[in-house]
């Protein structure tokens, strides 16, 4: 069964700083993948998604994700943070069939000034 | 503005009670969600729907149920079947498949 795992329950980084956040998955084919951004008492909103071509995709608000098969690995950069920033993130990966798309846990970011 | 309106956005729910999730979008999506959100846990599908009149169960459909007579609404009812209610209620949409899902701004059930 399909799996994805964020190592990171929350992280701290300073405002201009960079950021790499962690994400692992379980597939056997080529997956489709995702990462997700929500705010506190909001719905989620999708920075970017992979499904196949170049490893490098780039998202909305400055991400970016690389997918990387051989470490079944798809994390998130942005080379520099804003306070605006601050918020929970997601990955996922997308169901064969579709329809059922599996979440991590999540990883918390929090900006400091 | 096209997107999913859920509510209420707050709702207390008494022991034994079945009470409705209204989920309503206009994006024109055949393909609607219900998730539970719990602390630590992420997202887990609760029902899912590809059409109208049709909809199957996720991994944690017990005490829940939904229906899918218009293709705007997606409702749940969580019954009193459902031990453990308290938790924050997703509701999303896509045109199917592995399309991207576009999110409502979720409901918060607490337990009276």
């Known amino acids: 069964a399909q799996s994805v795992t964020q190592p990171d329950i929350h992280i701290t980084v300073s405002e201009g700083a960079s950021l790499e956040l962690r994400c692992n998955y379980s597939y056997g084919a080529t997956p489709y993948l995702f990462w997700y951004v929500q705010s506190p008492g909001q719905g989620l909103q999708l920075l970017l998604k992979?499904?196949?071509?170049?490893?490098l995709v780039q998202g909305i608000k400055g991400f970016e994700a690389e997918f990387k098969r051989s470490q079944s690995s798809f994390n998130l950069r942005k080379p520099s943070v804003h306070w605006s920033d601050a918020a929970e993130y997601f990955c996922?990966?997308?169901?064969?069939?579709?329809?059922?798309?599996?979440f991590g846990a999540g990883t918390r970011l929090f900006v400091k000034a | 503005d096209g997107g999913i309106t859920q509510s209420p956005k707050y709702l207390f729910r008494k022991e034994g009670q079945n009470v409705t999730l209204s989920c309503e979008q206009n994006l024109n999506h055949d393909a609607m969600y219900w998730y539970r959100q719990d602390p630590g846990q992420g997202l887990r599908l609760i029902y899912y729907s590809q059409i109208v009149n049709d909809f199957q169960k996720g991994d944690i459909a017990e005490g829940y149920s939904v229906s899918r007579e218009k293709k705007e609404s997606f409702p749940l009812t969580v019954t009193s079947a459902q031990k453990n209610p308290t938790a924050f209620y997703l509701c999303?949409?896509?045109?199917?498949?592995?399309?991207?899902?576009?999110f409502g701004s979720g409901t918060q059930l607490s337990v009276l």
């Open positions: 996922a990966v997308g169901d064969t069939g579709g329809f059922k798309t599996i």
């Open positions: 992979y499904f196949s071509g170049d490893t």
């Open positions: 999303a949409s896509n045109a199917g498949g592995n399309e991207k899902l576009f």
